[in-house]
């Protein structure tokens, strides 16, 4: 929408300074926005005002001038002002937004998508949850945030790898070996000290249950150590088998999983660890060994290697990273909880003192999420003791609600989960009223079948009927789409095309209310129907885009 009025804009000031009544050669950056007050027109610009302190005017003066020079041969504009202390209000002829409803009907299913990221190679890695226990809410937040940004990045031309870190190595899985055991031996009628920072969750003992279902007492006598070592491996790949069937429910699937425990053993870690050594940048100290990370900016040193031998949470990670880009992606997008946001300097200090391009790494944060029904606050799940898993939330309100309302908020914003209002069939819940859109429209065009009405006919269909300001309005919206995937993915914030879709959604309703889109006059019932399938199609692309299915009926 902004291309073709930033060509005019540009060509106008070069007018100006042609005839001499500018002198900046270098035109700052345009910002066309679309202004808060439909009265103001469609498009506006500042231009005007980061122009006048170099011009030594006025910045109405200056806007005067550019709009004086401004040349309009295929006559897209109906009117052009100035308005305030000197921005530049556009407003597009509806031969204009005609031009625009038969783009998009042109471009059928691919409409929204495009090649700005081409060549760009992009890792995107997310959730990442230890394999210890089910996903819970929060979890899901960054599974869906992580998956929507993957998808938006596609779109819009960018190679995209989904990555899982499986952090199956260290202290938190040695504790789920201990923990495994002790329900097992407590099954096989033997019990054992349960150990003090266990895992209490009931799916460790449906966990232990099921090895002893395949394994039988064979461990009851054996030596504890091996028992706990055999429960925590058997237990970590069923766990984190049930991830992925709870991912699967939500329709996230990986390219890659990655294991720390792999890492560690193919010296991928130890060689990173030797590359910081090398670069004098690792001291020893209280048994442990140390990244002078405060030499990068950090508050304080980080630890690499536990006086015991044993690397740091954060010392794998250093290597995880390292490896990431060593295979070549042009930019690695983590998403990470909002807790780990002091992780975020120490690593780029890691990053930096191996010599890597710290600017490659990406972290979108992502905040915790509160569940309320009817407003007062969820905090116990029935499976895991402590807390609510993704499962139970899916189970209770479907994939397409949950990754709806996880999506509502921008991700380093605190989310409260509604689950009554995600089940609500109503105009109040937001996920089945841009659904009910996509279905509204398809029952239109079940009852234009009925009244003779073909649909390939209907995308030849006249334009010009539409003349209502709403029939305009919503095309405008439609011809927004395309700039709200690209912004989406570029930021990383996929609340913007969820926005979005509620918006044009809500506007359709209230059109769809107020006209009567089949009538005796057959050629504005065909325009009409043209540009509801158009904004069934933007509603069904967008809510694709997101992950969320787009039902013909409800």
């Known amino acids: 929408m902004k291309k073709p009025l930033e060509d005019l804009l540009r060509e106008a000031c070069e007018r100006a300074v042609k005839g001499g009544e500018l002198v900046t050669t270098t035109l700052p950056p345009l910002f066309l926005s679309v202004p808060k007050e439909a009265d103001h027109g469609d498009l506006a610009t500042n231009v005007a005002m980061t122009l006048a302190r170099g011009e030594k005017k006025p910045p109405r003066a200056v806007a005067e001038i550019i709009v004086r020079h401004i040349r309009d041969p295929e006559k897209i504009l109906a009117e052009v002002a100035i308005a305030g202390p000197g921005f530049i209000n556009f407003r597009f002829a509806p031969a204009y937004w005609w031009r625009r409803l038969i783009d998009c009907e042109r471009a059928g299913e691919a409409y929204g998508h495009s090649r700005i ?13 230890n394999p210890t226990g089910p996903l819970h809410v929060g979890h899901a937040r960054g599974a869906v945030t992580g998956d929507a940004i993957a998808r938006l990045l596609a779109a819009t031309g960018h190679a995209v790898e989904r990555e899982y870190y499986v952090n199956d190595a260290g202290t938190q899985m040695e504790m789920l070996g201990a923990s495994t055991y002790a329900r097992y031996m407590e099954l096989c009628g033997r019990p054992v000290a349960f150990p003090d920072e266990g895992y209490h969750g009931d799916y460790v003992r449906d966990v232990a249950g099921a090895i002893r279902a395949l394994e039988g007492d064979r461990w009851v006598d054996a030596d504890p150590s091996a028992a706990c070592a055999h429960m925590r491996d058997r237990a970590g790949d069923m766990l984190l088998a049930a991830i992925r069937d709870d991912l699967a429910m939500l329709g996230i699937e990986f390219d890659a999983y990655v294991s720390e425990r792999q890492l560690r053993d193919d010296g991928v870690v130890a060689a990173a660890l030797a590359a910081l050594e ?42 995880y990273h390292r490896d990431k880009l060593a295979r070549g992606f042009d930019r690695i997008i983590d998403v990470w909880g909002a807790d780990h946001h002091g ?71 605190q ?36 009244a003779g009405h073909d649909r390939a006919a209907v995308g030849v269909a006249d334009p010009s009927r539409l003349v209502e300001p709403e029939e305009l309005a919503l095309v405008r919206a439609l011809a927004q789409f395309p700039e709200t995937v690209e912004q989406a993915a570029l930021a990383r914030e996929p609340h913007r095309l969820v926005f979005y879709l509620m918006q044009l959604a809500g506007d359709f309703h209230r059109y769809y209310n107020r006209t009567r889109i089949l009538g005796e006059d057959r050629e504005l019932s065909g325009a009409r129907l043209l540009l509801a399938a158009n904004v069934q199609k933007v509603i069904r692309v967008g809510l694709q885009l997101l992950g969320i299915g787009a039902p013909d009926a409800m």
């Open 117 to 129: 990221g081409a060549g760009t190679r992009l890792q995107i890695e997310f959730v990442s949850a």
């Open 278 to 319: 090398a670069r004098g940048v690792v001291y020893d100290a209280e048994g442990a060994r140390w990244f002078r990370s405060t030499q990068f900016g950090d508050d304080k040193d980080r630890p690499l290697v536990k006086s015991g031998g044993e690397f740091t949470y954060f010392g794998a990670d250093v290597a």
């Open 343 to 413: 992780h975020i300097l120490r690593m780029k200090a890691a990053l930096t003192a191996l010599g890597l391009d710290a600017e490659r790494l990406e972290v979108v944060l992502v905040q915790v999420v509160s569940l309320t029904r009817a407003g007062v606050p969820v905090r116990m799940g029935k499976r895991s003791g402590s807390f609510v898993t993704l499962r139970e939330v899916v189970e209770e309100v479907g994939a397409d609600a949950t990754r709806f309302f996880l999506l509502m908020r921008k991700s380093d914003a």
């Open 415 to 450: 989310l409260e989960f509604d689950l009554d209002l995600a089940k609500q069939r109503s105009a109040e819940n937001p996920v089945f009223y841009v659904q009910y859109g996509h279905a509204r429209i398809a029952s239109i065009f079940k009852q234009a079948a009925a």
